[in-house]
């Protein structure tokens, strides 16, 4: 197992285009998390899933913004009519629920709205 | 709203010295974690604590979580230049509804000069 894997760790967009992340999660985590961050800040919550199920959305996440972890193994992040305030890295993460719920993260997608 | 205070969120520290990263935390919470994070890299996980009174070690590394005073503390032992990172703490609260996310710190720079 490889760890969370983020496609593609760059993008380079203009405002006002749409642009689709990807994340795989480790294999067996029942649960996938999104996060994003800027620069000199700790990561925010966005939204997460249990299996394909998405139970909770920050207010952070706005009507621009939808995730979907379709058959509960990979999730896709889109977000449309890009803005410059979107550019921030995009993180993604995955656990098993249980006990200690430690969340694994992938590299992140860096997004750059010009 | 739960709030997650980090200090100092600069440090500058000489190798072989101690130092003490300090996390606040503003409502009741289920687990505690540590992430290093590096330089254009995503979060790695250091340590969780589960209960009051929990402390972990690793290396030159110990934390440790007090629930009653909602106060965590990351202990550095004889630093080295190695642990040159940023460290974020991060609370897991238990959303009613559902499930649990993390919220984290603004982070702690670390910087260990020779």
């Known amino acids: 197992d490889t760890g969370v894997s983020q496609n593609p760790r760059h993008k380079i967009t203009k405002r006002g285009q749409n642009v689709t992340f990807r994340c795989d999660p480790i294999s067996e985590h029942n649960r996938l998390y999104w996060y994003r961050q800027t620069l000199g800040q700790g990561p925010e919550f966005l939204t997460y899933f249990q299996n394909e199920a998405q139970l909770e959305k920050s207010r952070l996440l706005s009507d621009r913004f939808s995730a979907e972890r379709p058959k509960g193994s990979f999730s896709t992040l889109e977000i449309q009519r890009t803005e410059q305030g979107d550019s921030a890295m995009y993180l993604c993460?995955?656990?098993?629920?249980?006990?200690?719920?430690?969340?694994?993260f992938g590299a992140g997608t860096r997004l750059s709205v010009l | 709203e739960l709030k997650v205070e980090q200090n100092p969120l600069f440090l500058s520290m000489q190798e072989g010295k101690n130092y003490t990263i300090y996390c606040n935390y503003s409502?009741?919470?289920?687990?505690l974690y540590w992430y290093r994070q590096d330089p254009g890299k995503s979060l790695e996980s250091l340590f969780v604590l589960l209960s009051n009174g929990a402390v972990k070690q690793e290396g030159r590394l110990m934390a440790s979580l007090d629930t009653k005073a909602r106060l965590s503390t990351l202990h550095i032992t004889a630093a080295v230049h190695d642990l040159s990172a940023t460290y974020f703490c991060?609370?897991?609260?238990?959303?009613?509804?559902?499930?649990?996310?993390?919220?984290f710190g603004e982070g702690t720079q670390l910087t260990v000069n020779p």
């Open positions: 993460a995955s656990t098993f629920y249980g006990t200690a719920n430690i969340q694994y």
């Open positions: 409502t009741t919470s289920d687990r």
């Open positions: 991060a609370v897991d609260r238990r959303v009613e509804t559902s499930g649990s996310r993390l919220t």
